[in-house]
């Protein structure tokens, strides 16, 4: 069955911090690597699209890494801020945007 | 453009009720989609549309019904609701039916509690 973990489940951080997320997966075949930003009481925003041929992308303080051998993937925040605070949801592609799997997201407060 | 939108925000239906979830698009986008999201899970499609007068079965389609007359809109109907139809329900949309690497664009959500 097509998996997507996430870890940390939460995380609290002071502004200004870096802080890293993980994601495993165990979806095959796999076509790309998605991560979104959602704000409570809002529809989740694209951050970065990976396909497995990229290793890295960059959005601004966001950074996304993809490693397709051991089927992981981080994104990497640096000098966050208070309005970095939200669920990141991984999502993995095995084919069309219909055979999307999401994981269930890691929820980062920033706080003073 | 005001992107994807969807109404209404919240809704309380008892159960048995019917309803229907609308969501429009003004990007020209040829897929849309409906997810739902529940707590502790991952969104989960529910239905979704390649273009105008073409829909396909989700994840978690039992329950719910999709139509698309028009490239803008792709209302979702609880046909008999249930307690366990309680969810937040997220509209999206991406320029390719392929969905590649196309950006899903996704409305604010509807959050449907059902009695």
């Known amino acids: 069955k097509n998996q997507v973990e996430q870890s940390p489940q939460s995380l609290i951080i002071l502004e200004g911090k870096n802080c890293t997320l993980q994601c495993n997966y165990t979806v095959s075949p796999f076509s790309n690597l998605r991560w979104y930003k959602q704000d409570t009481g809002r529809g989740p925003v694209s951050l970065t699209i990976m396909t497995f041929s990229e290793n890295t992308k960059s959005n601004g303080r966001y950074t996304a890494t993809l490693d397709a051998d051991t089927k992981q993937s981080s994104l990497h925040i640096t000098a966050s801020q208070l309005s970095d605070s939200a669920s990141y949801i991984c999502v993995v592609s095995f084919g069309t945007a219909s055979k999307l799997t999401f994981g269930t997201g890691t929820r980062l407060q920033v706080t003073l | 453009n005001a992107g994807v939108t969807q109404t209404p925000k919240f809704q309380v239906l008892k159960t048995g009720q019917s309803m229907t979830l609308q969501c429009a698009q003004d990007?020209?986008?040829?897929?849309m989609s409906w997810y739902r999201q529940d707590p502790g899970m991952g969104l989960r499609l529910i239905h979704y549309s390649v273009g105008a007068g073409i829909t396909d079965q989700g994840e978690v389609p039992n329950g719910y019904n999709v139509s698309r007359s028009t490239t803008e809109d792709f209302p979702l109907r609880l046909l008999s609701a249930a307690p366990s139809q309680t969810s937040v329900y997220f509209c999206?949309?991406?320029?390719?039916?392929?969905?590649?690497?196309?950006?899903?664009?996704f409305g604010p959500g509807t959050r449907l509690t059902v009695l």
């Open positions: 990007m020209n986008h040829e897929y």
């Open positions: 999206a949309s991406s320029y390719g039916t392929s969905g590649y690497t196309d950006t899903q664009y």
